[in-house]
């Protein structure tokens, strides 16, 4: 029987999916095709392209959860068709919504019952929220004394990217503080020299991105109090705790930095990175509803009901808010701190580690803050390498190790940092330094260091 009767004869759903034809030409890249395909070859060729992506789990540069339950994927499912934002259809996410605002208000040490806030696509535009009325509020203070409002500035110290676009977006001068030397944050005794009447807030962060530090919010608040006392300039504190917010709880629980700290107006969150809930939320909290100007709140009813929005869209999947509340209730305080109790010791392992090595000093060791590390070249004008050319070797093990100057007065300074998520046990980072050292012994010598060092397996 000739071949071409034979593959005439097979039914379309008993096709191979690699022998369709969508499978024997390029997907379309321009053009939207004429006619259907058969969605399991559509499907397993978009997967094969996704294969190419770097593996999520060895991506030791994002903050971001990589790794969930399978409950956390069957809520996200439910939850495809939700629209969040529409909360006259979907009260009860709109429910689950303010049940994790509440959550975070008292696990931040809210005044009971005062706390206002609301789920974000994530940290930046929570941040962005929080800038938002810390700028209206600050103008409206400035009309009500007859002066200029033009001029609006906002202090910090290096900070994530997030607040730069939000000075530009909505014409703030972002005023960042450059880091001293040796520092690896905003200090408080930096902040008389920048800040004035123009000042909309000082912003801290409880986890700077480039060193994984906490800035030391009540050294921050008091030095504001003391400027206070000799100026008359009342300027409030924002803590960005996109990381920290849901590791200080747990880890430090007796680190003050939240809302026991009078001057502290309010805090973000990214529920997508340390909150352990896949990607898609953040959360921002006021101390209490009058420090979310009226103006920028827009007012939906349902059921009767009254229900305040405050985003800057408005179309969003309820998903990760559903499995935010998930991760909330199955690990409870106790679960949290025993996930990452872990982590910051298998950070600590690691901090070990690079210690021994020899070329590197460490800027931070995985204690006190975030479960993380982060260190530079001891000599990097001796070095036989640089932390880019080891970048660059650690990926051809897979890994996603970045390295980066550190911002400011210290742009001289580069540095590389691992971050160790829920999902980056102990034996996958005993690997990570065995190919760190691998990695350092071939860019030193030019040998492995298992051919250096025969029966190596550290």
């Excluded at 040796?182 to 004035?196: C, E, I, K, S, Y």
């Excluded at 990097?380 to 660059?392: C, H, I, N, Q």
Aim: glycine fraction near 8%; aromatic fraction near 8%.
């Amino acid at each position: 029987m000739a071949l071409h009767k034979v593959t005439e004869d097979i039914p379309p759903a008993f096709e191979d999916v690699y022998s369709t034809d969508v499978s024997e030409s390029g997907l379309p890249r321009h053009r939207m095709p004429d006619t259907p395909s058969d969605p399991r070859a559509v499907c397993a060729l978009i997967l094969d392209e996704l294969a190419l992506d770097g593996n999520s789990s060895q991506n030791l540069a994002t903050f971001c959860t990589t790794w969930a339950e399978p409950e956390v994927h069957k809520l996200m499912d439910v939850c495809l068709d939700k629209n969040m934002v529409d909360k006259d259809e979907y009260p009860q996410t709109a429910e689950i919504e303010s049940r994790c605002v509440r959550i975070l208000s008292d696990l931040w040490h809210c005044p009971s019952g005062q706390a206002t806030g609301c789920s974000t696509t994530g940290s930046s535009e929570a941040a962005m929220l929080a800038g938002l009325a810390l700028k209206r509020l600050w103008r409206a203070r400035r009309q009500a004394l007859g002066k200029p409002a033009d001029r609006p500035n906002l202090v910090c110290g290096p900070v994530q990217v997030c607040w730069e676009k939000f000075a530009r977006y909505f014409d703030v001068e972002l005023r960042q503080v450059p880091l001293e030397a040796d520092a690896t944050g905003l200090r408080p005794h930096q902040l008389r020299d920048h800040v004035d009447e123009n000042t909309i807030g000082v912003v801290g962060i409880l986890g700077v991105t480039f060193t994984c530090d906490y800035e030391p919010v009540v050294e921050l608040a008091a030095e504001l109090d003391a400027i206070e006392a000799d100026t008359g300039l009342d300027i409030p504190l924002h803590i960005d705790a996109a990381s920290g917010g849901f590791i200080a709880p747990f880890l430090q629980p007796d680190l003050v930095w939240d809302f026991q700290v009078d001057r502290v107006v309010s805090i973000n969150a990214s529920g997508h990175k340390y909150g352990m809930a896949p990607l898609g939320v953040g959360w921002v909290v006021w101390r209490s509803a009058d420090r979310l100007p009226e103006e920028l709140v827009f007012r939906v009813d349902y059921l009767g009901g009254d229900m305040p929005t405050f985003a800057l869209n408005f179309s969003r999947p309820g998903g990760a808010i559903v499995a935010q509340y998930y991760s909330l209730l199955r690990l409870g305080r106790a679960g949290y701190a025993k996930v990452y109790g872990a982590c910051a010791a298998t950070a600590q392992y690691l901090a070990g580690e690079i210690a021994g090595m020899g070329p590197f000093t460490l800027l931070y060791d995985g204690h006190g803050a975030l479960p993380a590390v982060s260190w530079t070249l001891t000599e990097p004008d001796r070095a036989p390498f640089s932390l880019y050319e080891l970048t660059d070797r650690l990926r051809t093990h897979g890994w996603q190790v970045p390295a980066y100057p550190l911002p400011g007065g210290r742009a001289d300074t580069v540095v590389q940092r691992v971050l160790v998520r829920h999902g980056i046990g102990r034996d996958k980072v005993m690997l990570l330094a065995r190919d760190i050292r691998t990695s350092v012994s071939h860019l030193t010598s030019g040998v492995p260091a298992e051919a250096a060092h025969p029966g190596f397996h550290h």
